[in-house]
């Protein structure tokens, strides 16, 4: 290997879908629960919930818009449809963690977001189940 290929070859140590679209960070993924915590609280949950019934169509929720991240399939780096936020937001995330938190008593709740900490594709349990991954998405290139 040259020295120029070497220096390009670990310029980009961001992890990508087999599409080339590349996962969101680490630390954006954190920022987005906290900023859909605050949006939700701010809009009294009523304005979250028919924003987020507008953006679930292209795979977003309020946070992951306005932050210009967007929930991929990952083999294919498609944005999953309103049925597939739908399948992935309220029946995963909303009723199958929530059960699964409160039969733990509480531990589920704290590692199932955590488990974006491991795994190369940075997923929480959620999106295990669904099959997707987070994505920085800010041109729309998933939609197309």
């Not at 987005?32 to 292209?58: D, F, M």
């Not at 699964?100 to 795994?119: E, N, Q």
Request: with cysteine; net charge positive; aromatic share 6%.
């Amino acid at each position: 290997m040259t020295e120029a290929t070497t220096s390009t070859a670990s310029v980009s140590t961001t992890p990508h879908t087999p599409n080339g679209l590349p996962l969101s960070s680490i630390g954006k993924r954190f920022g987005g629960y906290l900023l859909e915590l605050v949006l939700a609280c701010v809009t009294l949950g009523i304005g979250w919930l028919v924003w987020a019934c507008i953006v679930a169509s292209k795979g977003q929720t309020p946070s992951k818009q306005l932050l210009g991240m967007r929930v991929v399939k990952p083999d294919t780096g498609r944005s999953l449809t309103w049925g597939g936020m739908l399948l992935r937001e309220i029946v995963f995330r909303g009723i199958v963690f929530s059960l699964l938190s409160m039969i733990t008593l509480g531990v589920m709740g704290v590692v199932g977001p955590l488990l974006i900490l491991g795994g190369t594709m940075r997923q929480t349990i959620w999106d295990r189940m669904a099959g997707t991954v987070v994505v920085d998405d800010p041109d729309g290139i998933a939609l197309r």
